[in-house]
C-alpha cells in the first residue's frame, strides 16, 4: 500500500507504521535492479517518511510473541507461508490491537479472524 501511497484514501484513523515494512522498502530499494528503479523507490521511501513523521514501530516481544502462535496456525495450512513476513505484519498489527492495510487482502485470509484487514480506497 505504501508504495502506491499517492493513490490511497488512507483510513480516518491513525496510521501507525512497522519497522517490517520499512525493512521491505528498504529491500526494494536495495534490490533495484537499476538506478532508475532505485531513485524511484528512494524517492517513494521518502514519501512516505514524510507523510508520516511519527517513527516506525519496532517488532517487539508482543508482537513476536504474536507472531508466533499466528504462524503456527498458518502452518497447519500452508507451512511456506508461516514464516513470511506478511504474518509477521500480522502479528505486529495484531499485537497492537490495529487494522492492517494492504491491497494483498489474499495474503491475509488465514489471520483475518484475528487481524482486521482493511483494503483502501484508491483515489
Known amino acids: 500500500m505504501l508504495i ?3 493513490d490511497v484514501r488512507l483510513p480516518s484513523e491513525d496510521v501507525v507504521l512497522s519497522a517490517l515494512t520499512y525493512a521491505e522498502l528498504r529491500f526494494g530499494v536495495e534490490g533495484a535492479i537499476d538506478a532508475r528503479a532505485r531513485r524511484r523507490r528512494v524517492a517513494d521511501l521518502a514519501r512516505v517518511n514524510a507523510m508520516f513523521p511519527t517513527p516506525w514501530l519496532s517488532f517487539d516481544q508482543n ?3 504474536s507472531y508466533a502462535r499466528l504462524a503456527a496456525r498458518v502452518a ?3 507451512a ?3 514464516r513470511s513476513t506478511d504474518i509477521m ?3 505486529h498489527a495484531n ?3 490495529a487494522k492492517l492495510v494492504t491491497f494483498n487482502a489474499k495474503d491475509f485470509e488465514l489471520v483475518a479472524d484475528e487481524v482486521e484487514i482493511v483494503v483502501p480506497e484508491r483515489r
Open 95 to 97: 499485537a497492537l490491537g
Open 80 to 82: 511456506s507461508h508461516a
Open 4 to 6: 502506491q501511497i499517492k
Open 63 to 65: 508482537a513476536a510473541e
Open 89 to 91: 505484519l500480522a502479528g
Open 76 to 78: 497447519t495450512r500452508r
